[in-house]
Structure formats: C-alpha cells, structure tokens
C-alpha cells in the first residue's frame, strides 16, 4: 500500500540525515581536535559545522584567508567593524561531502597560514 511505501522512504530519509549528521559531526570534532593542538589558536566555542578561530586584525586575518583560498579552501575573513575590533575571526563552514583527508588538510593549512603571519 502506499502508506507502507511512505513510511518505508520516510525511514530511509531519516536513516541517511541521521547518517550525515554523523559524519558531520565527526568532521567537526576531527577539525576541533587538529587545532586544539595548537593553544595559540582560540576558537570561537561552537558544536556546529561553522568554526571561526579568531585572528586580531584586518590585516592579518585577510592575509591567513588569502593564504588558506590559495590552497584551494573557501574559507572567509570576518573583519571589524563587521565584528568588534580585536575580535576578528577566520569563518569556516565544513559540509557533509568533505573528506576527513580534506579536513585534516585545511587543519594543516590554516595552522600554517597563521604561524607564517604571526
């Protein structure tokens, strides 16, 4: 019957958003855990897939984005006096198709940028 059928796709959609949020949220821990590695880096405190690290300064939070989407990563500067001056911060939104190998580079990455603009 066609109910039987609905709730047989409804279980199926259910079961593969459980099954991304999941993944979703071990990419966010796995991104959290690279970084917190590095206590010069302070984050922005968030359980959700949008990370922010704050970077002080126009200048050299733009020169470590410059530097991350050159390697390939959409990442965005948050400049003052978008936010309070001193609280600049590095955006990242880490989504669903990203690959662990993907998240451990950006990890990389932006510990790179910032430690070559410090």
């Known amino acids: 019957s066609s109910d039987v ?16 949020i999941r993944k979703l949220n071990k990419l966010t821990t796995l991104f959290k855990q690279k970084l917190h590695a590095f206590p010069e880096i302070k984050f922005i405190e968030s359980q959700s897939p949008v990370q ?5 300064g126009n200048e050299r939070v733009g020169k470590v984005a410059w530097k991350v989407q050159n390697a390939g990563f959409d990442v965005r500067p948050i400049m003052s006096p978008t936010v309070a001056k001193g609280k600049e911060r590095l955006r990242i939104c880490l989504h669903v198709f990203n690959t662990e190998e ?17």
Do not use: H
Request: proline fraction near 0%.
């Open 52 to 56: 922010c690290i704050i970077i002080k």
């Open 5 to 20: 059928c609905s709730s047989d796709l409804a279980y199926t959609l259910l079961q593969s958003s459980n099954d991304k």
């Open 102 to 118: 993907e998240v451990n580079n950006l990890a990389e990455t932006v510990v790179e940028a910032m430690l070559s603009t410090s």
